[in-house]
């Protein structure tokens, strides 16, 4: 019963499950617990469900070997543009996969900001910084509604397929706001929700729409939406 849960809520197809590891995996992925302080069941402005957080007992999902395939992740931050020696930070890092790329990125003289709100994500982060070799992230620990990111100094804030998670939307699009700089960017990655044939959950998907909403009335402006990936929008937003 719960493997068929978790395949169906993201929407994974059963020929993606090649191991005994993987299924085991599978009956831990979510958390089990009650939901976050504060939580709320669906956005005030949208009406959109808010869906649940991924347990860091499913921390090998993050870094299941097809995902390159499926969401083309070095597309995206080709897109993006990242700049050498910029300071940027990813909100729901977990165990590093983007982090870790961003860190490549933007070079020795730049710096990463790997937030996550689970310890053990950000334990597992530093495991693969130090066996990537990678030494310019710097990982912190954030709440629901804080990413405890240094206010002013952040180039670029990514969030991939992490804000329809958020427990408090609006104050962490509040707080991400002061953490970027006046021209910084903030960039959502999520599931296309107007494409039926993205096998993913309703809950797990957004439209362009319904970010665009969420966002701007948190003192955003909406930048550009890019769809090089197979899968996902790029948003990309700036600061009114």
């Not at 869906?51 to 999902?61: F, Q, T």
């Not at 870790?100 to 003289?109: E, Q, W």
């Amino acid at each position: 019963m719960f493997l068929r849960h978790f395949i169906r809520s993201r929407g994974i197809r059963k020929g993606f499950i090649r191991s005994a590891a993987i299924v085991a995996l599978s009956f831990a992925i979510w958390r089990s617990a009650a939901p976050l302080a504060g939580y709320q069941a669906v956005h005030p402005l949208t009406g959109r469900k808010i869906a649940g957080v991924m347990s860091s007992a499913g921390a090998d999902w993050l870094e299941r070997p097809e995902r390159e395939a499926e969401e083309n992740v070095e597309g995206a931050l080709d897109a993006i543009r990242i700049r050498k020696g910029s300071t940027v930070a990813e909100v729901g890092a977990g165990t590093g996969y983007v982090s870790i790329k961003l860190a490549m990125r933007v070079g020795p003289t730049g710096k990463v900001y790997a937030n996550d709100i689970q310890r053990e994500m950000l334990v597992r982060l530093r495991q693969n910084a130090v066996q990537a070799g990678v030494r310019n992230i710097e990982t912190v620990l954030g709440t629901g509604t804080d990413p405890q990111l240094p206010a002013g100094r952040i180039e670029l804030i990514i969030l991939v397929d992490v804000y329809h998670e958020l427990a408090q939307p609006q104050q962490m699009l509040a707080a991400m706001r002061a953490a970027l700089r006046p021209d910084g960017r903030l960039v959502l990655l999520e599931y296309r929700k107007e494409d039926p044939n993205v096998p993913i959950l309703p809950e797990h998907k957004m439209t362009v729409a319904e970010a665009k909403t969420e966002v701007e009335a948190e003192g955003f402006k909406l930048d550009k939406v890019l769809e090089p990936l197979p899968r996902q929008h790029i948003l990309i937003f700036v600061r009114r």
